[in-house]
């Protein structure tokens, strides 16, 4: 940890501690909500002007699903708070625009946000392709955006920019840790990737975790993204007769939903030893069902992560209409709260201060230890699971899908930060100043 993320951290602690760790242990109770064709209830605010959150996550297109999901995690983060009196005096509102999964829907519709809604901060999304658009664009128009579901590592490396956070684990530090667990099955691997930011991403961590331990890539077939049929059969019967050991899968969303259908029929989990990959979750399980559940993947968090806090977002979450509860939701919520503590961590809106109070920033991310964003690289220290699929017969509670096997600390995935791109890409750029908008501060 560098001198400047040591200070971050201390500061940022000691105001956890005197007000914003004691308010999170607050019952949430009726807040604001925003974004009426999501379900959101109005907002009641207080006279002064207040907070605005532009939440830019896909209520359509193939990530619909995931998106509704962490905007609804958003959603009970602004209920917790505004029940607490909101921040800097002011209650707090979400304003929703669709991203759909493309940066050309996506930009235009946040940049209304910024430009015409006036929005403070911009947070979510699930898109990797979209997030580096958003990054951009926020970095353009000087907000701060803070990166909810995005997990191409380039974010906070090689594409990284002073105004982009983001608080969920980079496909660096997914693989890190479920690459690993998957090098007990055999050292030859295939690996099917969507051809995006990604997925490109995610099969190069993979990849580089099975090459350091002497493993060998016997392949690596690339899908379009987004798919049109949905059809992998080529790819899957290439994978089938490559003598592989493991299927290392980079999708999400429909495409794994499609993909973990077809891994079935073809008989494939009768050839591999085992099938795994960077990222699954309950909305993907509902998608392909229970009889289709198999491998080892990672995720940010579940429901039954094992701390109080974990359990209370879950019983929040079904009371705020969930009739699930995902990682999808968690990722909304923490990059909110993320948001909202650097706010009132730096006493404005500003971004230039925002982004300074929020380098270094800890706070509680309901993990097992408070959650650290550091300002080198402006990565989140966050655990990251590595679940297994099991069969109904051994499920818990409701939509369980997984078990947890491991919960690898952010210590032993993260790239360090002298070896990282995204030190240097941050010292070269400035923050502008963001035209016709005027910061906020404590009313």
């Not at 917790?80 to 209650?91: D, I, M, P, S, T």
């Not at 509902?286 to 429901?303: D, F, K, M, S, V």
Request: hydrophobic share 40%; glycine share 12%; with cysteine.
């Amino acid at each position: 940890m560098s001198k400047s993320d040591r200070v971050g951290a201390a500061l940022s602690r000691k105001d956890f501690l005197s007000g914003v760790g004691i308010a999170a242990a607050a019952a949430a109770g009726a807040g604001a909500g925003v974004a009426t064709q999501l379900g959101y209830s109005p907002a009641s605010v207080a006279d002064n002007e207040p907070i605005l959150i532009g939440d830019v996550d896909e209520s359509s297109g193939v990530y619909a699903v995931s998106g509704g999901s962490q905007s609804l995690g958003k959603k009970v983060c602004v209920e917790e708070w505004n029940a607490r009196g909101g921040v800097l005096g002011r209650k707090i509102q979400l304003i929703h625009a669709d991203t759909a999964a493309k940066p050309d829907v996506a930009v235009p519709n946040a940049t209304k946000l910024v430009e015409q809604d006036k929005v403070d901060v911009l947070v979510g999304e699930v898109s990797s392709g979209v997030g580096l658009a958003l990054s951009a664009l926020a970095q353009r128009l000087g907000i701060v955006f803070v990166a909810a579901g995005t997990h191409d590592t380039t974010i906070t490396g090689s594409n990284a920019h002073p105004c982009c956070f983001r608080t969920t684990a980079a496909n660096s530090m997914l693989a890190n840790a479920t690459a690993k667990a998957l090098l007990p099955y055999g050292k030859k691997w295939f690996f099917i990737t969507p051809d995006y930011a990604y997925g490109h991403s995610a099969q190069a961590g993979f990849q580089a975790v099975l090459e350091a331990n002497g493993g060998q890539s016997l392949g690596n077939e690339l899908t379009a993204f987004p798919t049109n049929s949905g059809d992998f059969t080529a790819q899957l019967t290439k994978a089938k007769n490559s003598g592989a050991d493991v299927l290392v899968l980079s999708w999400y969303g429909g495409d794994l939903v499609n993909g973990m259908k077809q891994y079935v029929q073809l008989g494939l989990d009768k050839v591999f030893k085992q099938v795994g990959g960077p990222l699954n979750g309950v909305e993907v399980g509902l998608g392909y069902g229970a009889e289709n559940n198999r491998g080892i993947w990672g995720a940010p968090w579940a429901p039954d992560y094992p701390t109080d806090g974990s359990k209370q977002l879950g019983q929040k979450l079904r009371a705020a209409g969930a009739q699930y509860v995902d990682w999808r939701m968690y990722l909304g919520w923490l990059a909110c709260e993320a948001a909202i503590t650097g706010i009132l961590r730096a006493g404005t809106t500003e971004a230039t201060r925002l982004v300074s109070a929020i380098e270094g920033l800890t706070f509680n991310g309901l993990q097992k230890k408070f959650c650290h964003i550091r300002a080198c690289d402006h990565q989140n220290e966050l655990d990251v699971l590595v679940t297994e699929a099991i069969p109904k017969s051994q499920w818990k509670f409701p939509n369980q899908f997984f078990k947890i096997n491991q919960i690898v600390p952010a210590s032993d995935t993260l790239e360090p930060c002298d070896k990282s791109d995204a030190p240097a890409k941050l010292a070269q750029q400035t923050i502008p100043t963001r035209e016709g908008y005027t910061p906020k501060s404590r009313a």
